[in-house]
């Protein structure tokens, strides 16, 4: 059975203050791990998609990276506008997503 | 590009009343999802339609869920009767057959009191 854990639970920084979070997942045959941003209220938002170890893509102050067990999502010099919850999910066969619990990201000034 | 449109926002209903969700997804996009988000978790998948054609119910309460997408555009999913553990908000999202990275509506925030 596919599984995505992600860590921590909750994180708060200060703003400026860099950290990563974690997603570690067990899948037979990825086709694809995704970032998602979800505002209270509102629905995930799409951030970014990696196929393969190694991968990296980057989007203003967030980078996400790629392995054969887990993926980080790195948040650079974060602002307050970065509070959100932050979902990881897997793709295997099909096209259905598999997400993990999230990480509630607080960022203070 | 329009996003996917949900309705209602909201809804409060007692156990063992029915209620009804409706989604249109964007335009062309052949796959929709329903996904169940329940306070501190993740969204898990309800059902997926290729089309109006299902495509994944395995994890969908059969004896109390259902959902149909006759045109192969709108759906709906509907609950009855509901229970207290069904209190969540229910996510539409579509993408098409060779895409990736769904997009998500705002979702419909379901309370059974």
């Known amino acids: 059975e596919d599984q995505v854990t992600q860590s921590p639970e909750a994180l708060r920084l200060q703003e400026g203050e860099s950290s990563s979070l974690n997603c570690s997942y067990t899948v037979s045959g990825l086709r694809g791990l995704f970032w998602y941003r979800q505002d209270p209220g509102k629905g995930p938002e799409f951030l970014f998609t990696?196929?393969?170890a190694g991968e990296e893509k980057e989007k203003e102050r967030l980078k996400a990276t790629l392995t054969k067990k887990e993926s980080f999502l790195h948040i650079t010099a974060p602002k307050p506008e970065d509070s959100a919850t932050y979902l990881c999910?897997?793709?295997?066969?099909?096209?259905?997503?598999?997400f993990g619990a999230g990480t509630i990201l607080r960022v203070k000034s | 590009e329009a996003g996917v449109a949900q309705s209602p926002r909201y809804k409060i209903i007692e156990k063992r009343q029915s209620v009804a969700f409706w989604c249109n997804p964007i335009?062309?996009?052949?796959?929709l999802y329903w996904y169940q988000q329940i306070l501190g978790q993740g969204p898990k998948l309800l059902i997926q339609?290729?089309?109006?054609?299902?495509?994944?119910d395995s994890q969908l309460p059969k004896d109390r869920f259902s959902a149909e997408r006759l045109k192969g555009v709108d759906s709906t999913l509907k609950i009855q009767p509901a229970k207290l553990e069904d209190s969540a908000v229910y996510l539409c999202a579509s993408n098409t057959p060779t895409g990736n990275g769904y997009t998500f509506g705002s979702g419909t925030r379901l309370t059974v009191v």
């Open positions: 999910a897997v793709q295997a066969n099909g096209n259905k997503l598999v």
């Open positions: 335009s062309g996009h052949a796959t």
């Open positions: 339609f290729q089309n109006n054609g299902v495509v994944d």
């Open positions: 990696l196929y393969s």
